[in-house]
């Protein structure tokens, strides 16, 4: 499985980015997908994730109301909408697929499959 996520930037507080993931290998529509993300010495925390139909989906307390994960199957491509950006945002922003198709999972170690990252940069 091969896990590609791109969009990172610098952005100003307030404003927006789409991140993308690309994924390939298992078969992408039987697993949910997961957003992780990392700050400077910070551990890695649970973003958002969304099940393999798309239907449901589950956001940190954090980034709720201003994040929106989606997914396109016939793309195999999962996004992380980010709107009302903070300094706070500031991280390198991972796409997961758990180990377990369709588990939901808000932690990282349910999670098999990593992409290597994108910097988020938000300036105060």
């Known amino acids: 499985v091969q896990l590609q996520a791109s969009g990172g930037g610098l952005v100003q507080t307030g404003g927006s980015l789409r991140l993308s993931c690309a994924a390939s290998?298992?078969?992408?529509?039987?697993?949910?997908m997961g957003w992780f993300r990392q700050a400077p010495g910070k551990e890695r925390e649970f973003v958002a994730v969304?099940?393999?139909?798309?239907?449901?989906?589950y956001y940190a307390d954090s980034v709720k109301g201003r994040f929106t994960i989606s997914r396109d199957k016939a793309k195999n491509m999962v996004y992380l909408q980010m709107n009302s950006l903070r300094p706070e945002d500031t991280a390198v922003y991972h796409c997961?697929?758990?180990?377990?198709?369709?588990?939901?999972?808000?932690?990282?170690?349910?999670?098999?499959?990593w992409g290597q990252g994108t910097l988020v940069t938000v300036s105060s």
């Open positions: 997961a697929q758990p180990s377990r198709q369709n588990e939901m999972a808000t932690i990282a170690e349910r999670y098999r499959y």
């Open positions: 290998g298992r078969t992408f529509s039987d697993y949910a």
């Open positions: 969304i099940s393999r139909s798309g239907g449901t989906t």
